[in-house]
């Protein structure tokens, strides 16, 4: 089993930045594809970014595209999603999952965190 906690969400201004982490516990991150996904009100869960288990290719979804950035730590088993100009459509609950090499889906899913852009 892999526990996630995001944190560093909260209340910024348009063009702020907020840097997202997802601590991992139970298992190494190491063989997981991580992923970031945002859900706003009323609006169905939508993918963010991702990044292979080795950090060696990343993925981002064209809205996010030059403002976001997704990284990892696998010696600190932590996963981070820097927001850079952020925009009032970027408010959303934050979910961060993981997805084993060999599985189809993700696996495990994180609590999220609030991200509020303020305009």
């Known amino acids: 089993q892999v526990q996630l906690a995001e944190s560093g969400g909260g209340l910024v201004q348009a063009g702020g930045s907020l840097r997202l982490s997802c601590a991992a516990s139970g298992r190494t991150l190491r063989g997981y594809s991580m992923g970031w996904f945002r859900q706003a009100p009323g609006k169905e869960r939508e993918f963010v970014a991702a990044?292979?288990?080795?950090?060696?290719?990343?993925y981002s979804t064209d809205s996010v595209k030059e403002r976001f950035t997704i990284s990892r730590d696998n010696a600190k088993n932590t996963v981070y999603l820097q927001m850079n100009s952020l925009k009032p459509e970027d408010t959303a609950v934050y979910y961060c999952a993981a997805q084993h090499v060999l599985a189809r889906k993700y696996d495990y899913w994180g609590q999220g965190t609030q991200v509020t852009v303020s305009s």
């Open positions: 990044i292979d288990w080795s950090a060696s290719s990343t």
